[in-house]
């Protein structure tokens, strides 16, 4: 029956069946069919659904609250199981940026699960900011400043970034001197639908400046943004250790040297829980020891995804 309430309570916090089998890794006919089975078992009606919206009906919105009380329980249950016998267990789902997902977290999963085997890890990577309890994430790595007080976050490191273009862009363009030069160039941003104004952010001595920036180009994936920097089409500001690779080779060249962009913090990111469960604890501590030491020495840096 576990499995039913999984999908249930899903559904109800998501507000679709569809959405709900995405989350857990069901095709949508497989979902709708545990949640008859459910409504059969429990011999009442639990969701209303139309062709656009599901709501719990009186008596859903009863055993959801019951539902979660049994999931929680069984959570706590498999926690302790585990805490007991010293050998975490259990799926763990992890989000991640594309490029340190490819680069830096895809490497250390695989050496993680040598290390706990009895742990599934689901790694799911986009640059876009997954929702967690929407998605059912365990754990996230942000690469972004952090004000949500509502989940716990443990910083991993400052990333310094830095502004830099192929010598190809510079010879054709020229460089520029300060960063309000940037209005003049061709500055590949990282964007989403709904994205604001893009701007990039220097230290000076009066304080973080932002400065708008726009291009020809943007892409929702920084990977390309990189390509498209390596192939001459524009000048990119990326985390160094992205970068460093290519700056050593020369393939990219620093700008803006007497200006230094605002760092990014890189930090774990997972839901607030009295009990957090063994498996999460034991990844974040795995990752906490592993991550800073790449990020502050990049030449350790796996050369995954875009090569240029």
Not at 146 to 153: E, K, N, P, R
């Amino acid at each position: 029956m576990l499995n039913e309430l999984n999908v249930f309570v899903r559904a109800v916090e998501l507000g679709s069946i569809s959405a709900a089998a995405r989350s857990l890794r069901l095709s949508a006919a497989a979902a709708s069919h545990r949640l008859l089975q459910l409504e059969d078992q429990v011999g009442a009606r639990l969701l209303n659904r139309t062709t656009r919206n599901l709501q719990p009906t009186e008596a859903g919105h009863i055993f959801y609250e019951h539902a979660l009380d049994v999931l929680r329980a069984v959570e706590r249950a498999e926690s302790s199981m585990a805490t007991a016998s010293g050998v975490p267990t259990g799926v763990l789902r992890v989000t991640a940026p594309l490029g340190f997902g490819r680069r830096v977290l895809a490497p250390l999963v695989a050496e993680f699960n040598d290390k706990y085997p009895k742990v599934e890890v689901r790694l799911r990577l986009s640059d876009h900011q997954v929702d967690l309890l929407a998605e059912g994430i365990d754990i996230a790595v942000r690469m972004a400043v952090l004000s949500d007080s509502s989940f716990v976050a443990r910083k991993l490191v400052d990333c310094p970034r830095i502004v830099c273009a192929s010598p190809r862009y510079i010879e054709k363009f020229g460089a520029p001197e300060t960063p309000e030069d940037l209005a003049q160039h061709n500055c590949l941003t990282l964007r989403f639908p709904g994205s604001a104004e893009a701007r990039w952010s220097f230290r000076s001595h009066e304080g973080v400046k932002p400065v708008a920036v726009n291009g020809r180009f943007d892409a929702d994936d920084g990977d390309v943004l990189t390509a498209w920097a390596l192939q001459g089409v524009g000048i990119v500001l990326k985390p160094y250790w992205e970068v460093a690779t290519h700056l050593r080779n020369g393939e990219l060249e620093p700008l803006l040297s007497g200006y230094e962009p605002e760092p990014v913090s890189l930090s774990l990111l997972y839901p607030h829980r009295q009990q957090l469960p063994m498996k999460v604890r034991v990844f974040a501590d795995y990752m906490i020891g592993c991550i800073k030491p790449l990020i502050e020495q990049p030449v350790q840096v796996a050369p995954w995804g875009y090569s240029g």
